[in-house]
Nanobody, 118 residues
C-alpha cells in the first residue's frame, strides 16, 4: 500500500501563490502517472493536472498558464506550483496515482486545503 501525503496548502489572497507537494512512501511516480485533483464544497472532484513517466503534462483549462505540475527525479514527490490564484481555486487538493491501462486511480492522498480570499 502506497501512502500519499499532501502539504503546502493554506490561506492566500487572490493573485498570490502556493506550492503544493505530494510525498509518496515509495518511488511510485517513476512508474505511474501522477495527478492533482481538487474538490470544492458541494462540487464534484475534478482533475487539475497530470504528469506521466515521460514528463508529459496536461492541465485543465481553468488552470492552464497558472499552475505547473512537476515531479522529482527519484519519483517520490510531485509538486503543484499555483500562481495567480483566484477565489474559485478554493478547494481541497488531492494527489493521486493513476494506472493508465486499464485506467484506474490506485491511490489517493487525504488532501490539503487551499483557500483564496478576495
Amino acid at each position: 500500500q502506497v501512502r500519499l501525503v499532501e502539504s503546502g496548502g493554506g490561506l492566500v489572497q487572490a493573485g498570490g501563490s502556493l506550492r503544493l507537494s505530494c510525498a509518496a512512501s515509495e518511488n511510485i511516480f517513476s512508474t505511474h502517472t501522477a495527478q492533482w485533483y481538487r474538490q470544492a464544497p458541494g462540487q464534484q472532484r475534478e482533475l487539475v493536472a497530470s504528469i506521466n513517466t515521460a514528463d508529459g503534462t496536461g492541465y485543465a483549462s481553468f488552470v492552464k498558464g497558472r499552475f505547473t505540475i512537476a515531479r522529482d527525479y527519484a519519483g517520490s514527490t510531485v509538486s503543484l506550483q499555483m500562481n495567480g490564484l483566484k477565489p474559485e481555486d478554493t478547494a481541497v487538493y488531492y494527489c493521486a496515482v493513476l494506472r493508465e491501462w486499464p485506467e484506474q486511480i490506485l491511490y489517493w492522498g487525504r488532501g490539503t486545503q487551499v483557500t483564496v480570499s478576495s
